[in-house]
């Protein structure tokens, strides 16, 4: 059974830091696409970064530049590092993985539990 395990959210101030981290464990035999989303109350959940198997990533624009996403394949792992964090930034950041199970024929995607990311003074 596939499970995402995030960490790595909390409060901080503007223009502070924090890394999130997107273990995914369970059966796996292959991951293609690791990434963030995050929402907001009352607003849909919007990508905020994605990375492929290889080095290929992409950002929402609201990030480009403060924001980095790495993963380490060996580990089945996704890290998000935000810089230079805004108030705007603070939301519910859900970690994602299409992935491909051993008993399974095509990737699924597959979602964490979320965690908070808070930016107040």
């Known amino acids: 059974q596939v499970q995402l395990v995030e960490s790595g959210g909390g409060l901080v101030q503007p223009g502070g830091s924090l890394r999130l981290s997107c273990a995914a464990s369970g059966g796996i035999r292959s991951i293609n696409v690791m990434g963030w989303y995050r929402q907001v109350p009352g607003k849909e959940r919007e990508l905020v970064a994605g990375i492929r198997s290889g080095t290929s990533t992409n950002y929402a624009d609201s990030v480009k530049g403060r924001f980095t996403i790495s993963r380490d394949n060996a580990k089945n792992t996704v890290y998000l590092e935000m810089n230079s964090l805004k108030p705007e930034d603070t939301a519910v950041y859900y970690c994602?993985?299409?992935?491909?199970?051993?008993?399974?024929?095509?990737?699924?995607?597959?979602w964490g539990q979320g965690t908070q990311v808070t930016v107040s003074s």
């Open positions: 994602y993985a299409e992935i491909l199970v051993y008993s399974g024929g095509y990737y699924s995607v597959y």
